[in-house]
């Protein structure tokens, strides 16, 4: 027993009130989390512009080499800022890589359509890119947060709490933008970029570093104290300084590259980004081409399959904590079997009922963000606290580089599939209207077809306080197509031209994306069912200071 003495010699940083370290706990939980929502904003803004940028003459291939780019930078950026974030501040690392991707929207929102498709591709892209390296800075210093301030036994609870903020970051910019984007593409840019600027100020107010630079005891500690009935006394805090360990590097080949559960993690990461990031980034442009959605619906309907996500977060959070003690790998397992599932129906329920593919899309998004969330949370437990924003920076690594199936592959399978469909719906027009194939003009006659084609569907399928406007929307469309082949023929076409016209363009229309989309909605369910599979050689997966303390617990009682 040591004496009073010597006890009264040491002077040790007292602990802080409990009362003081939950109100931080929740205050780092919701601050990283709507700070992750403003990231959002400005990652995700690009997806309602890309229609508009298509009618200027950026195509899906260049759109599509954008978001690979952007995707895998990103990735990369997650993983080496990872590296970096278990060493940094978060309030300051997060809060300027914010402000910095919420300028990058600015400069893409100001690039003006009269420099030409070509140089707008190029500004924007190049934007996009940058965007992509500095949004690596928003999730690294969550982990590191939610590692250092929760403690094992509930790391699945709150790590889907938090994960809500994909799901409402993409879902509310997705709602935002549905009403902007009637103002021109710009603004899907502009206005998120503004929101998320004020965000970065409060990002900077809101966080702090670990808890034991705040006057507090070790989470664990923290926990056992107070919610494991432990009856132990807070530890005091001797000092600032952070723990002494191997060094980086050793601990990232200890904890993270020699870890093959880690590795398994990163896979799976890949095939459950492609479901996410297929549908995140190209959902309104399939919408309104392949199951003839408005755009403004898609947006929507976009919206939908985030907020069932969140349901879906915060349903896979307690079964790993509660109902399978900490298994992370074993809920994601049964959440890709669902996916499958719904991923299958939507691929073969060729409708246009906006009801119809908002509820089977609500049913992907709601299966896909549980294991989009329990990915980051298993890794970075399994990995400890020493590297856990390196480990789920690597797992999103891997997840960004599905980016190359989603962006620019995906750009390309439609595409290439479309094009002979384009070239015989081309000629075809051509020889009504009696213009040559290579006229620019024909496009110009085919579009506007098409468009007269898609106001009269929507027309006819409309409830009556709908159809007024519809009605309206024929009209015009009607005229624009007429204006288009007479300025190409130099006389007046005939009714029975104008219709045949239409009829071609719009039916071909159908067979193009026929020929294209059900590729795509085909690899979903191959990537779901890779990713079960995945999760099925790890279900008993646990965290090791999850497992320690269980084991020292039953040494105990024994």
Not at 27 to 34: A, K, S, V
Not at 282 to 309: C, N, R
Not at 381 to 395: D, E, H, I, Q
Request: glycine share 8%; proline share 4%; with cysteine.
């Amino acid at each position: 027993m040591s004496s009073p003495q010597l006890a009264n010699t040491a002077t040790p940083q007292p602990a802080r009130p409990d009362s003081q370290y939950e109100y931080w706990r929740w205050r780092i939980l919701f601050g990283t989390m709507i700070g992750y929502i403003f990231f959002y904003f400005v990652r995700k803004s690009i997806t309602m512009a890309m229609p508009g940028l298509e009618e200027v003459g950026v195509t899906k291939t260049t759109l599509g080499l954008f978001l690979t780019i952007h995707g895998v930078l990103y990735g990369v950026s997650r993983f080496v800022n990872g590296i970096w974030s278990d060493r940094v501040n978060p309030r300051y690392f997060m809060s300027i890589g914010l402000f910095l991707a919420a300028s990058t929207n600015v400069f893409c929102g100001v690039a003006p359509e009269s420099i030409g498709a070509t140089k707008l591709a190029w500004v924007i892209g190049t934007f996009w890119i940058i965007n992509g390296w500095v949004q690596g800075m928003g999730f690294p210093p969550c982990a590191k947060s939610l590692t250092h301030w929760f403690a094992p036994r509930e790391h699945g609870v709150k790590f889907a709490t938090w994960n809500i903020s994909h799901s409402l970051g993409a879902g509310l910019v997705f709602i935002l933008n549905s009403f902007v984007v009637g103002f021109g593409w710009h603004y899907c840019f502009l206005v998120p970029a503004a929101l998320s600027l004020s965000g970065a100020i409060f990002l900077f107010w809101a966080l702090r570093d670990a808890p034991e630079k705040e006057g507090f005891e070790p989470v664990e500690q923290y926990y056992e104290r107070t919610r494991g009935n432990t009856g132990l006394e807070p530890a005091p805090v001797v000092d600032a300084e952070p723990e002494k360990d191997a060094g980086c590097w050793a601990n990232l080949c200890e904890h993270v590259f020699s870890n093959w559960a880690i590795w398994v993690l990163c896979w799976a990461n890949f095939f459950v980004y492609v479901v996410r990031f297929s549908i995140l980034d190209w959902a309104p442009t399939f919408l309104t081409q392949a199951k003839g959605v408005d755009l403004k619906a898609a947006g929507w309907t976009t919206a939908s399959y985030e907020i069932f996500g969140a349901f879906g977060i915060l349903l896979s959070g307690f079964m790993m904590d509660k109902l399978f003690r900490g298994r992370g790998a074993k809920t994601c397992f049964y959440y890709m079997l669902g996916c499958a599932g719904a991923a299958f129906l939507f691929w073969k329920f060729n409708s246009s009922n906006l009801v119809l593919n908002a509820l089977l899309m609500s049913l992907i998004g709601f299966f896909i963000y549980g294991p989009q969330c329990l990915i980051g949370c298993v890794a970075s437990t399994v990995a400890t606290k020493k590297a856990a924003a390196a480990s789920s920076g690597l797992t999103g690594l891997f997840g960004y580089l599905s980016t190359l199936v989603t962006g620019l592959g995906v750009g390309v399978l439609v595409d290439s599939a479309t094009a002979p469909v384009k070239a015989e719906r081309d000629k075809t027009v051509a020889a009504i209207v009696q213009v040559d194939v290579e006229n620019e003009k024909l496009a110009d006659i085919v579009k506007a077809a098409e468009g007269l084609y898609d106001a009269e569907r929507r027309f006819q399928n409309a409830k009556p306080a709908k159809a007024e406007a519809l009605k309206e929307k024929v009209g015009k469309a009607r005229v624009a197509l007429i204006d288009k082949m007479s300025a190409a023929t130099g006389a007046q076409p005939s009714v029975d031209t104008v219709e045949e016209v239409k009829k071609k363009a719009g039916e071909k229309r159908a067979d193009i994306a026929e020929a294209g989309w059900p590729r795509v909605f085909g690899m979903l369910v191959i990537s779901s069912l890779i990713a079960a599979a995945l999760f099925a050689s790890i279900l008993n997966l646990r965290s090791p200071e999850l497992v320690k303390a269980e084991e020292e617990a039953k040494a105990a009682k024994a």
